[in-house]
């Protein structure tokens, strides 16, 4: 079964330090991805980051990079120099295949991240 | 330009109601979706559609019925309104439904049962 694992319900974080968020996954498929999605309190979903599994190199996008650990099956979100912007709810997902034509989005339960000055 | 756009954003009404949210799309994507966020802020997927084919029907009531009129638009009509209904649901779309395809959030609608 696919599943994905965010163990961390909330974290603090002094603005400009660095903070990470965990995620866990679990699945047998060989090609997978990982993504990384924001909530701010008004709601939208925001993508952030991805991270294939045959990618060698960890993704980085801007203040954002992704911790990839294939063999520990993790996929840990980094935030660099946070901002009190950064404060909202941080979803870990996993594109999984569901048929020989279908992948489909598996979401963790999130992680509320709130930056304080 | 909005890229995935949701109507309403709200949307209060009454058990045994018949409601519709209609999203739209006009970032050409070829596959859309529908999301519940339910009050613990889980997001599932129900519905996912691919040039207006239904793909993915995860397990749904069958009072929930997505329609596609065309690739860029996909409906959620939901008949007889339960208070377990009440969640955020989420339209999205992405650019193909295998991949390393990001998928495009719209804003959202707070459906609220009474």
């Known amino acids: 079964a696919q599943k994905i694992t965010q163990t961390q319900p909330g974290m603090f974080v002094q603005e400009k330090e660095a903070v990470t968020l965990d995620c866990t996954y679990d699945t047998s498929d060989q090609s997978y991805g990982l993504f990384w999605y924001k909530q701010p309190s008004s709601g939208e979903m925001i993508f952030l980051i991805y991270q294939g599994s045959y990618d060698e190199q960890n993704a980085t996008e801007g203040r954002y990079s992704l911790n990839f650990q294939k063999a520990r099956k993790s996929a840990n979100l980094v935030i660099s120099a946070s901002q009190l912007g950064d404060s909202a709810m941080y979803f870990c997902a996993m594109r999984g295949r569901l048929s020989y034509n279908t992948d489909k989005l598996i979401f963790g339960t999130g992680t509320r991240l709130q930056v304080f000055p | 330009d909005t890229a995935v756009s949701q109507t309403p954003k709200y949307l209060v009404t009454q058990m045994g109601n018949d409601k519709s949210i209609k999203c739209e799309q006009n970032?050409?994507?070829?596959?859309m979706y529908w999301y519940k966020q339910d009050s613990k802020k889980f997001l599932k997927i129900m519905f996912s559609?691919?040039?207006?084919?239904?793909?993915i029907n995860e397990t749904v009531p069958n009072r929930f019925s997505p329609k596609s009129p065309d690739k860029a638009h996909l409906n959620l009509h939901i008949n007889s309104l339960e208070l377990g209904d009440s969640a955020v649901y989420f339209c999205?779309?992405?650019?193909?439904?295998?991949?390393?395809?990001?998928?495009?959030f719209g804003p959202g609608t707070r459906l609220t049962v009474t």
């Open positions: 999205a779309s992405s650019q193909d439904l295998l991949g390393a395809y990001e998928q495009y």
């Open positions: 970032l050409g994507h070829d596959t």
């Open positions: 559609y691919n040039n207006k084919e239904l793909i």
